[in-house]
């Protein structure tokens, strides 16, 4: 079974290398963007006739939030052109397609045109509400709007595709919100960290294990299972409450501040509520998720193995 990784350098896909070794079945072959540029077509092709996969998991995006409210042509070059041109190709060489997308696809505010999240008490409507696959999406950025798209064409190319939203991805590769905070707890002694917008932490190590499970538990009878599927650890908290944990784990003194997100603004608007219903994926495949704190704390020894912190 031949898998292609697109995207090999980012964070998602440094941590699908990191898991590949213990499946023997799979032949992986990992792009990055020089060796496979998913905005050329072209070169698609390319790699896909040499190749030959049986699955593709593209992990390519543009990814930098806010400055893609500046550089919108080149979000949508990566995000829904790339995503159309993989789609485009898959269905060429029968390749069944796996697309991770995002949780910025929901603004969190309105759900189905209900208020979904109270502006004055910032809490859920509903305790313990998650956003479930079938939820009407209503992104608020270019973000957003782009993996949407991006969504929405390999939904009118190619059939036989998974895709896989998530959300506030971490992990020991790349840059990330663990490594933002550790580096900024050496540097200050205090820190303000935005505690209204309530989410799930996600270990990209766990996404790529569900990725993979979901390709080693595929067959053909399972034409019908093709579709959106959500992924994060379990579990909820906020942007502060995960700083916290982060400094709790590692021992690290510092006065640690809960702001508003109003106190702390940005180009992009970030979802306010984004915790995602995960019933769909542990159903179907089975997949058994660990507690986003659990899988933080796990994350953190693996930095401390290579010396990172």
């Not at 505690?195 to 190590?205: E, H, K, L």
């Amino acid at each position: 079974m031949v898998v292609l990784v697109t995207g090999a350098n980012g964070q998602l896909g440094q941590a699908i290398q990191f898991v590949a070794g213990k499946y023997s079945t799979i032949d992986f072959v990992f792009c990055n963007s020089s060796e496979l540029d998913i905005t050329n077509l072209v070169q698609c092709k390319a790699v896909f006739d040499q190749y030959k996969p049986n699955f593709c998991v593209n992990t390519a995006a543009y990814t930098a939030v806010d400055k893609a409210e500046s550089e919108p042509e080149k979000a949508f070059a990566i995000n829904t052109n790339g995503a159309e041109n993989l789609a485009l190709t898959c269905k060429e060489f029968d390749t069944i397609l796996l697309h991770i997308s995002t949780d910025f696809v929901f603004d969190a505010y309105f759900l189905n045109g209900k208020a979904f999240y109270d502006r004055e008490l910032r809490l859920p409507l509903k305790s313990g509400l998650g956003l479930r696959e079938t939820d009407v999406p209503f992104p608020t950025g270019i973000y957003g709007l782009t993996k949407l798209q991006g969504e929405q064409v390999i939904q009118g190319t190619w059939e036989k595709h998974f895709i896989i939203r998530t959300s506030w991805v971490y992990s020991q590769f790349g840059n990330n919100f663990i490594k933002t905070m550790l580096r900024l707890a050496s540097e200050k002694d205090s820190l303000s960290v935005v505690n209204d917008q309530i989410g799930t932490p996600t270990n990209a190590v766990d996404l790529s294990e569900a990725l993979i499970k979901i390709i080693l538990s595929f067959n053909v009878g399972h034409s019908k299972l093709f579709g959106i599927y959500n992924f994060s650890n379990e579990g909820k908290c906020t942007w502060y409450d995960f700083a916290k944990e982060i400094f709790r784990i590692n021992n690290i003194q510092i006065n640690l501040k809960p702001i508003e997100t109003k106190e702390y603004p940005t180009p992009a608007k970030r979802p306010k509520y984004s915790v995602l219903d995960k019933t769909k994926i542990k159903t179907i495949f089975g997949i058994k998720i660990n507690d986003w704190r659990d899988s933080l704390s796990v994350c953190l020894q693996q930095l401390k193995k290579y010396n990172e912190i």
